[in-house]
C-alpha cells in the first residue's frame, strides 16, 4: 500500500445518523452510525469506532473543551457510507428534486438516501 496521496477536498456528503464503514486503518470492516461531524477538518466520530492513528502530527486542532472520549475523529477518506437501502458501501451521487432540492443517491443501486 502507498501510504501517501493527495486527495481532493471535497464537500462532506456524510451527515450525523448516517451509517458509514471503515475502509482505512486498524478499524477496517467496521460499520457505525456517524454521531459528529466536523466539516472544517472533514472529519467524524463514528459509534463504537475507535481510530488511532500511528502518527499525529502536531496541528491545530480544536481540542477546546477537550471532549475526546471513546470515539476519536476520523478522517473522511477513511470511510465509506453504506447505503441505507442495498446495504452496499457506496459513493454519493447527487440529484435534484423538481423542486430543486439536493438529494443524495447510492451509486451502486441508485435510490435515494434521504426520505424528504
Ligand atoms: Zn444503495
Wanted: charged share 35%; with cysteine.
Amino acid at each position: 500500500m502507498k501510504g501517501k496521496k493527495k486527495i481532493k477536498v471535497k464537500p462532506l456528503d456524510i451527515r450525523k445518523g448516517d451509517i458509514i464503514e471503515v475502509i482505512a486503518g486498524n478499524d477496517r470492516g467496521k460499520r457505525g452510525k456517524v454521531l459528529k461531524v466536523y466539516p472544517r477538518t472533514q472529519r467524524l466520530v463514528v459509534e463504537g469506532v475507535r481510530f488511532v492513528k500511528g502518527h499525529t502530527r502536531p496541528t491545530q486542532q480544536d481540542q477546546q473543551g477537550g471532549i475526546q472520549e471513546r470515539e476519536a475523529p476520523i478522517h473522511i477518506s477513511d470511510v465509506m457510507l453504506v447505503c441505507p437501502n442495498c446495504g452496499a458501501k457506496t459513493r454519493i451521487g447527487h440529484h435534484f428534486l423538481e423542486d430543486g432540492t439536493k438529494v443524495r443517491v447510492c451509486m451502486v443501486c441508485k435510490e435515494m438516501m434521504e426520505s424528504r
